[in-house]
Every structure is written in C-alpha cells, then in structure tokens.
C-alpha cells in the first residue's frame, strides 16, 4: 500500500490505525449495527482530516464528532418513526397488535442514555463510553469543566431514576 506525501494524510493515517478499531467498536456499541458503527467511525476520520490543522488532540476530536454523527442518527431515527406513525393514519402497527414483552424489562442503558437531554448525552457518551477526561470532554464541548461535571451529575441521577422506574 502506497502511503500518501502528505504530511497531513500520513498524520491522520498514524491516528487512524491506532484508534480505528476502537472508534469503530464504540460507535457499534452505541447504535447496535456494526455497518453504521463503522460508517461513522469512518465519517469522523473523514473529517478529521479537513480539520486537522485545528485539532490539539485527535483522539478526544474524534469520539466528539463520532458522538455527534450518533446523535444525528438517532434524531434521525427519531424523525422517521414519528413520520411512519403519520403515514399509519393511527392505524395499529402489526408488530404493536401482538402483546409483546413486558416494557420495563426491554429498557436497555443504552435506550436510557439516548433519552437523556442532548446537553446531557454527549457528555456522558464521552466520559463514560469513550473514556476521555472531564477536561477533554470540556475542551472539545467548548464548556468548562465544572459545567461537565454538572452535566454528569445530573445525567446519573437521571439515568438512576430512569433505570430504577424500570425495574
């Protein structure tokens, strides 16, 4: 394989065989499709590479961006079932006319997480699932520390409500 003279791309190709892998998983983890998971890890790294010259630290940038591509789909996901239930005219869905598992035992911490607020999700998706720092949260948030904090604080006791209703 035929590496490119560009510093830049040669830069970003260090940064991509040493955290492809684990962006990729991570998002797969997130969205529960191993093909979207990787698209997104690959859309990150697409990016990446036209913001390379203001990014201080790949890594962190990365999972941010990944992040915010998850967060767009599942927005987007959000969009097509409410424009599916239109389209229904209120008729009952067929998969819905079946009685199915009880609701409370489907709820996942992933579902958890996803109905977090959006100034909510995105912290705890790094800090938790990417394991960054609260100051690398913060910095590729554009937000202090203290209000990263918060926003896990409040985001756990939010998640513990959620989950113990569910039981």
Same mark, same amino acid.
């Given at each position: 394989?035929?590496?490119?003279?560009?510093?830049?791309?040669?830069?970003?190709?260090?940064?991509? *065989?040493?955290?492809?892998?684990?962006?990729?998983?991570?998002?797969?983890?997130?969205?529960?499709?191993?093909?979207?998971?990787?698209? *997104?890890?690959?859309?990150?790294?697409?990016?990446?590479?036209?913001?390379?010259?203001?990014?201080?630290?790949?890594?962190?940038?990365?999972?941010?961006?990944?992040?915010?591509?998850?967060?767009?789909?599942?927005?987007?996901?959000?969009?097509?079932?409410?424009?599916?239930?239109?389209?229904?005219?209120?008729?009952?869905?067929?998969?819905?006319?079946?009685?199915?598992?009880?609701?409370?035992?489907?709820?996942?911490?992933?579902?958890?997480?996803?109905?977090?607020?959006? =100034?909510?999700?995105?912290?705890?998706?790094?800090?938790?699932?990417?394991?960054?720092?609260?100051?690398?949260?913060?910095?590729?948030?554009? =937000?202090?520390?203290?209000?990263?904090?918060?926003?896990?604080?409040?985001?756990?006791?939010?998640?513990?409500?959620?989950?113990?209703?569910?039981?």
């Amino acid at each position: 394989m035929a590496h490119s003279t560009d510093p830049i791309e040669s830069a970003v190709h260090e940064v991509f *065989v040493a955290h492809y892998g684990r962006l990729a998983g991570w998002a797969t983890h997130l969205l529960g499709d191993r093909e979207l998971g990787h698209d *997104v890890a690959t859309e990150a790294f697409t990016r990446l590479l036209s913001h390379w010259q203001r990014v201080d630290d790949p890594r962190p940038w990365l999972y941010a961006t990944a992040g915010n591509l998850v967060r767009d789909h599942w927005r987007k996901r959000g969009r097509e079932a409410k424009a599916y239930e239109l389209y229904q005219g209120g008729r009952p869905d067929p998969e819905q006319a079946r009685p199915g598992p009880d609701q409370a035992q489907l709820l996942s911490v992933r579902e958890a997480v996803e109905a977090l607020p959006d =100034r909510m999700r995105l912290p705890v998706l790094l800090f938790y699932f990417a394991d960054l720092s609260v100051a690398d949260v913060a910095r590729q948030l554009g =937000r202090s520390e203290g209000a990263v904090k918060r926003d896990l604080y409040d985001a756990r006791a939010r998640l513990a409500m959620t989950l113990e209703e569910a039981r």
